[in-house]
């Protein structure tokens, strides 16, 4: 059900890994999803999704274009 299980299951239960379970105080974590949670949904009714969605597009775009602007100017070098 759950894919990333399988592979991070070899770290479950190691000291100072992300699923040292010791460590963690589940009270403390539980308030701490509460709290995100409805600070998420606060923000939800503050921000347009589809203009979080076009601002997504465009930075996939410009970060593409940069990357193959990189590529050019690398390609021009080994020219010269």
Same mark, same amino acid.
């Given at each position: 059900?759950?894919?990333?299980?399988?592979?991070?299951?070899?770290?479950?239960?190691?000291?100072?890994?992300?699923?040292?379970? &010791?460590?963690?105080?589940?009270?403390?974590?539980?308030?701490?999803?509460?709290?995100?949670?409805?600070? &998420?949904?606060?923000?939800?009714?503050?921000?347009?999704?589809?203009?979080?969605?076009?601002?997504?597009?465009?930075?996939?775009?410009?970060?593409?274009?940069?990357?193959?602007?990189?590529?050019?100017?690398?390609?021009?070098?080994?020219?010269?």
């Amino acid at each position: 059900q759950h894919y990333w299980i399988e592979k991070e299951k070899q770290y479950f239960g190691i000291v100072g890994s992300d699923f040292d379970f &010791q460590s963690k105080d589940m009270d403390t974590s539980i308030k701490r999803l509460k709290q995100v949670k409805l600070d &998420q949904d606060k923000l939800s009714k503050k921000i347009n999704k589809k203009v979080m969605g076009m601002i997504e597009k465009a930075e996939s775009e410009y970060d593409e274009l940069r990357r193959k602007k990189e590529v050019i100017l690398n390609d021009k070098a080994k020219i010269e």
